[in-house]
């Protein structure tokens, strides 16, 4: 045998037990206890903390803040224009992370006004919505431009939209899909029924009527119907399915391709190429 190096410990014989680590014991219980701490955490965060990112909430958690915030929006209009509501937009195929995708949710409200001073309808929408909302305008080399937050990381956007035209968005971003988002819903009311009537005054064939809707602040719903005719004589003026109805209020635009009255139900109507275009909407109490 030859002589054993000071400091070496040889290893033990087949015969012989392995040394115990009671640390290394310890050290897989510790990490136990942290993991199942850490997941008990996550758990509770989720359910009661605010999302800190947009990604903590999918686009069906989204989707009623965004309903919520068109509904603020038709308030904040008032009297100063005819809003109808547009059809909801899904944007899908955005990168949430590198590796998942998601869609992002546009709701919007297009404001037809008197003039043509977008600016002063903005600088009124935004000095009435809530405070928490930090509404404001800013004057950009494309015109105007109202932002605000709606909270749970959902923008709100207000922008020139041609002239004595505005456009009201709210948008949730990209998002995890979820269940996915589904709109509010209402049934047929006067709106469908001057929609229609309002197409056959203009000698076009009636479309199908698409029926909006978003829940107002303080309860109820503001609808919009949309259609448009197959065909309208260019030589028959958009206000002439109106003219009965002239004294249900003031009409703020009145041209050969466009016509607005601000009434309840409100309307406005745009001729685009050889239709037209017609919205009917009952808005939100203010």
Do not use: H
Request: net charge positive.
């Amino acid at each position: 045998m030859g002589a054993v190096q000071a400091g070496y410990a040889p290893p033990p014989r087949p015969d012989q037990p392995a040394p115990r680590r009671p640390w290394l014991r310890w050290l897989v219980a510790a990490t136990v206890a942290w993991a199942v701490l850490l997941a008990g955490l996550t758990w509770w965060s989720v359910r009661r903390d605010p999302p800190t990112v947009k990604e903590q909430r999918t686009l069906d958690q989204a989707g009623p803040v965004v309903d919520r915030a068109i509904g603020r929006l038709m308030v904040a209009i008032g009297a100063d224009g005819v809003p109808a509501l547009l059809p909801d937009r899904i944007e899908r195929g955005c990168r949430v992370t590198p590796l998942a995708d998601g869609a992002g949710l546009t709701r919007g409200v297009e404001v037809a006004i008197a003039g043509d001073d977008v600016r002063d309808l903005l600088a009124r929408v935004a000095g009435r919505l809530p405070a928490d909302w930090r509404a404001g305008v800013r004057v950009a080399a494309a015109g105007p431009v109202l932002r605000a937050d709606a909270g749970e990381f959902v923008a709100v956007e207000g922008r020139p939209a041609g002239p004595g035209r505005v456009r009201l968005t709210a948008a949730t971003g990209c998002r995890p899909v979820g269940a996915g988002y589904r709109p509010p819903t209402a049934t047929g009311g006067p709106e469908s029924a001057e929609v229609t009537e309002a197409l056959t005054g203009w000698g076009g064939t009636a479309g199908p009527v698409q029926l909006l809707a978003a829940p107002c602040p303080g309860g109820g719903t503001a609808r919009t119907a949309r259609a448009e005719t197959a065909g309208a004589p260019a030589g028959v003026p958009l206000a002439d399915p109106f003219r009965d109805r002239a004294g249900d209020g003031p009409v703020l635009r009145d041209s050969a391709d466009e016509y607005a009255r601000l009434s309840s139900p409100a309307v406005l109507a745009e001729r685009a190429g050889d239709r037209v275009r017609v919205a009917v909407t009952t808005p939100c109490p203010g």
